[in-house]
């Protein structure tokens, strides 16, 4: 597998992952009916570093983002979001994924890396508690899942020093 720097090219690619991850609405607090046109601004903001993940025949299977949590003195924590298209669930590409954007942000000055809103039902929670992620807190109640009513939103965070 292949993680590379995405390119504005690569967005064709990623959306319609990202758009059935999103519209799906059971790991990310994006309103499920944002269009293309917003999705793109959303993850591929010039203020993120993006990347993908592509198999041996060149099709994007995944991609991520690196970008500051929050400005200022408190610069240096980093936030990141994940998508694997779930046709390719467990393969490995997410945790591929996971340990590049590690690496990454320590790499760019990073000191942590929060996440803000993890819902509690999402299965990458184990991915990040084994990449050494604490759950910082658990805001009660917060998203509305379609299969599992009302769960929790994690706050999580892993230092990266």
Not at 123 to 144: H, K, N, Q, Y
Request: no cysteine.
């Amino acid at each position: 597998m292949l993680i590379r720097d995405a390119v504005p090219e690569d967005w064709p690619r990623i959306w319609p992952f990202w758009h059935r991850i999103v519209a799906a609405a059971e790991t990310y607090a994006w309103d499920p009916g944002t269009d293309e046109p917003a999705a793109r601004a959303l993850w591929m903001s010039p203020a993120k570093r993006v990347y993908v993940a592509e198999d041996p025949t060149g099709t994007v299977t995944g991609s991520a983002y690196l970008t500051a949590n929050y400005g200022g003195p408190a610069a240096r924590v980093a936030n990141a979001g994940f998508m694997v298209d779930p046709a390719r669930t467990g393969e490995g590409i997410g945790r591929a994924l996971a340990d590049h954007v590690l690496t990454e942000a320590a790499r760019h000055g990073y000191r942590a890396m929060v996440f803000n809103a993890v819902v509690e039902t999402n299965p990458a929670v184990r991915l990040w508690t084994s990449l050494g992620f604490t759950i910082l807190a658990t805001i009660p109640d917060a998203f509305e899942h379609p299969h599992h009513g009302l769960v929790g939103l994690h706050i999580m965070h892993k230092s990266l020093v």
